[in-house]
């Protein structure tokens, strides 16, 4: 029979074990994204971890992202784009519209950053 300690050890190690399969093994940069005032206007390269925009201000981003050769068929591809400030409760935005070569696929916003291809 387990101690309270014990059993408690034992749920969290299968806990982890189920988590562990779900975990992100490999990583892979996402080269910065362009941002282009609506309407119009040039398209400026958003270097990562830099604010930019204005306050309530419409845009559009692009960029380019090719899975690396070397990573299995079969593997779970997730992109993680962190946009905006999570750590900021009133503030839900940005909202994205994901499209895949042209073609809508998904939505992101704040606290909804994660998209299974």
């Keep these: 029979m387990f101690t309270p300690y014990?059993?408690?050890l034992a749920r969290?190690?299968?806990r982890l074990a189920l988590i562990a399969q779900h975990s992100t093994p490999r990583r892979h940069a996402l080269p910065p994204f362009e941002q282009q005032a609506v309407p119009?206007?040039?398209w400026q390269v958003i270097p990562y971890?830099?604010?930019w925009g204005?306050?309530?201000q419409s845009f559009v981003l692009r960029g380019q992202y090719q899975i690396p050769s070397?990573?299995?068929?079969?593997a779970t591809i997730a992109l993680d784009l962190q946009i905006g400030d999570a750590g900021d409760s009133f503030n839900v935005h940005?909202?994205?519209l994901i499209f895949i070569d042209e073609v809508a696929f998904t939505a992101?916003?704040?606290?909804h950053t994660r998209l299974t291809l």
């Design 54 to 56: 204005a306050w309530n």
């Design 40 to 42: 119009g206007g040039p």
């Design 49 to 51: 971890g830099t604010y």
């Design 6 to 8: 014990e059993d408690t």
């Design 108 to 111: 992101v916003d704040v606290r």
């Design 70 to 74: 070397e990573w299995p068929a079969a």
């Design 12 to 14: 969290a190690g299968a």
């Design 94 to 96: 940005p909202e994205a």
